[in-house]
Antibody, heavy 118, light 105 residues
Framework: EIQLQESGPGLVKPSQSLSLTCSVT?????????WSWIRKFPGNKMEWMGY???????NYNPSLKSRISITRDTSKNQFFLQLNSVTTEDTATYYC???????????WGQGASVTVSS | IQLTQSPSLLSASVGDRVTLSCKGS??????LAWYQQKLGEAPKLLIY???SLQTGIPSRFSGTGSGTDYTLTISSLQPEDVATYFC????????FGAGTKLELK
């Protein structure tokens, strides 16, 4: 059974970078599918941020394209989110998920709460 | 594509037939999914491609729709169905609706 788990700092200062790790067990991220980051803001709005494919190519939400980077470490079966120049508006719960061939996220991590505050 | 869900809050009784609506700002071409999220949990995929039931999801959940208008129906509401429900389109980019919070009356 596939499992995903987010980890990283829960507090980031404005103008700094937010970095999160998604550790995947039960499936090798280079075997297939795309691997996404999604965030849920206070008040429930959800936003797809981007993904890295099994081959290593990336696809980002145009609204974040200048600030976001998704990378991976295949030896550890992990992928990563970096979001630069954060503001308080980036305060959210961040989820990693498997993005299947149908185009939907069918397996999710439990989420990591990140607050941007000085 | 923007998605508008209605109602934002729905109160219903156990056993009720419940209908949730999702309307797109453009044609979604049936690339519409529904997620259930309970408090403190990750979202769970219920329905994809408008009406395909994800493995393991009870048959009381069903989806219909076409064009810009889509519906999630729970045929007989159970206490464990209390959650927020999000629609999600993947026809043009990937966007979510704002959610419908379902509570017991």
């Amino acid at each position: 059974e596939i499992q995903l788990q987010e980890s990283g700092p829960g507090l980031v200062k404005p103008s700094q970078s937010l970095s999160l790790t998604c550790s995947v067990t039960g499936y090798t991220i280079t075997s297939g599918y795309d691997w996404s980051w999604i965030r849920k803001f206070p008040g429930n709005k959800m936003e797809w941020m981007g993904y890295i494919s099994y081959s290593g190519s990336t696809n980002y939400n145009p609204s974040l394209k200048s600030r976001i980077s998704i990378t991976r470490d295949t030896s550890k079966n992990q992928f990563f989110l970096q979001l630069n120049s954060v503001t308080t508006e980036d305060t959210a719960t961040y989820y990693c998920a498997r993005h299947n061939w149908e185009g939907v996220m069918d397996a999710w991590g439990q989420g990591a709460s990140v607050t941007v505050s000085s | 594509i923007q998605l508008t869900q209605s109602p934002s809050l729905l109160s219903a009784s156990v056993g009720d037939r419940v209908t949730l609506s999702c309307k797109g700002s453009q044609n979604i071409n049936n690339y519409l999914a529904w997620y259930q999220q309970k408090l403190g949990e990750a979202p769970k995929l219920l329905i994809y491609n408008t009406n395909s039931l994800q493995t393991g999801i009870p048959s009381r959940f069903s989806g219909t729709g076409s064009g810009t208008d889509y519906t999630l129906t729970i045929s007989s509401l159970q206490p464990e169905d209390v959650a927020t429900y999000f629609c999600y389109q993947y026809n043009n980019g990937y966007t979510f609706g704002a959610g419908t919070k379902l509570e017991l009356k």
